[in-house]
């Protein structure tokens, strides 16, 4: 077997939507004109629907308004699928002006040995390699989960806040409530 | 558990905080990324089927071109393979690509460069790696650009590549270069990447062996993804 190194990251750079949200972008009728991963729910798939509403912030406050941001995550019976009407995985731009980036999905439910959460994906200029990290939800023992407990009294920062119709989750990259990222 | 997916070397790639790349300096957590093995959750990610591909979707130089004309610019294949560090092909996964044209110029409503769009070009692509893990587009070269990072910095040509793995830990983005450009000494971005060993696998060879004659020069470059344990390997074997 030849003995290889992973490819080196490189930033996803200012127009990372380009390529993988180009409707989005702005190039109309790529790929059929549906950008991949905009559409989690497919069908009627069980499950409470929520809407989860992120954003991710600077060092100098100012959120991020060219990022990708990826999630993946459990279905409602903590399984990664496959799930009739839901992909478990989606894909959105953080928004032009407010950078905010919306996915319609369903609640996870608790994967074998750990709370429910959602795994995050953020590329984007500036960013040398693709950061992850993870939601978890108030109102779960999620001291019991041990990607959560690893992170002590910086676990606050991965909870997400409860808004009507789902939730919302803000991602600092500094500061003093700067988030928890992971080398998974 | 048994560890499914060979830990990462952060040594390797460049770090969160690369000062002379500017926008590094306030999008960089300072503090250490927390290490765990991948659970369930990293261990798996999306899958992709040839059958979402439209027939042009990995042919960049006709893909927005109006019917009957084509993108401007140099013409060339890029391709290689997507493995894994052990070298076993990764095959059945997702590549993007995005890309300025051959003036530098990206069509984006944020990038002003001097250099005029191509009507014919939109700069995007995607295909998916076949059961040997080989990949490949047709484009157009893309050319260097300035762009804003308090200096006379100008980016080496470059093509950008979001790949799929297996699970989610593989999942990478990258950039890949070309044979001989001196800007890829002079690039700050290029230069976060600690080792002039680690920056020559992005630097994509002429392959004068795929090169078709009167036609389209190609380019060679294999993508690495981190390594799978054998018991992963042995479970998909099974599956396919």
């Known amino acids: 077997m030849a003995d290889l190194k992973e490819s080196p990251s490189q930033t996803a750079g200012p127009y990372v939507h380009i390529g993988c949200v180009p409707t989005f972008a702005g190039l109309e009728g790529m790929f059929g004109g549906q950008d991949l991963g905009e559409h989690m729910i497919m069908g009627k798939p069980e499950g409470v629907r929520i809407s989860l509403n992120l954003k991710v912030i600077d060092g100098a406050g100012d959120p991020l308004t060219d990022a990708m941001i990826e999630i993946w995550q459990p279905g409602p019976d903590g399984t990664f699928g496959p799930t009739n009407g839901f992909s478990h995985w989606g894909r959105q731009p953080t928004d032009s002006y407010t950078g905010d980036a919306v996915f319609e999905t369903l609640l996870p439910g608790a994967a074998s040995g750990q709370a429910p959460h959602l795994f995050v994906w953020i590329a984007a200029r500036g960013i040398n390699m693709a950061l992850m990290t993870r939601i978890y939800f108030p109102d779960h023992d999620n001291a019991a989960d041990p990607v959560f407990a690893l992170t002590g009294d910086r676990a606050h920062t991965l909870v997400a806040t409860p808004v009507d119709g789902g939730f919302t989750h803000v991602i600092h990259l500094q500061g003093d409530n700067e988030t928890v990222f992971f080398d998974v | ?240």
Not at chain 2, 72 to 84: F, N
Not at chain 2, 113 to 137: E, K, Q, T, V
């Open chain 2, 1 to 240: 558990m048994t560890k499914l997916i060979a830990s990462r070397d952060l040594d390797w790639h460049p770090p969160p905080l690369a000062p002379a790349y500017r926008s590094s300096q306030l999008r960089s957590p300072t503090q250490a990324r927390l290490h765990y093995d991948p659970t369930t959750t990293e261990m798996t990610g999306p899958s992709f089927g040839h059958d979402m591909l439209g027939d042009l979707d990995g042919d960049l130089i006709l893909n927005y071109a109006q019917a009957g004309q084509a993108a401007i610019g140099p013409r060339i294949i890029v391709h290689g393979k997507l493995l894994d560090e052990d070298g076993r092909p990764v095959s059945n996964k997702l590549i993007e690509v995005w890309q300025a044209n051959a003036g530098g110029r990206y069509r984006h409503k944020k990038d002003g460069y001097l250099a005029p769009l191509d009507p014919n070009f939109g700069g995007c692509g995607r295909c998916i790696s076949g059961s040997d893990g080989s990949y490949s587009f047709r484009t157009v070269q893309p050319g260097p650009y300035p762009w804003p990072n308090g200096g006379n910095d100008w980016r080496p040509a470059h093509i950008h590549f979001s790949v799929f793995g297996d699970g989610f830990a593989q999942r990478m983005i990258t950039q890949m270069y070309f044979e001989g450009d001196p800007h890829i000494a002079l690039c700050p971005i290029v230069q976060a990447i600690p080792s002039d060993k680690a920056i020559d696998t992005l630097v994509a060879r002429l392959d004068m062996d795929t090169t078709i004659p009167m036609d389209i020069r190609a380019y060679r470059f294999d993508i690495v993804l981190r390594g799978r344990g054998q018991t992963l390997f042995e479970n998909q074997m099974e599956g396919l």
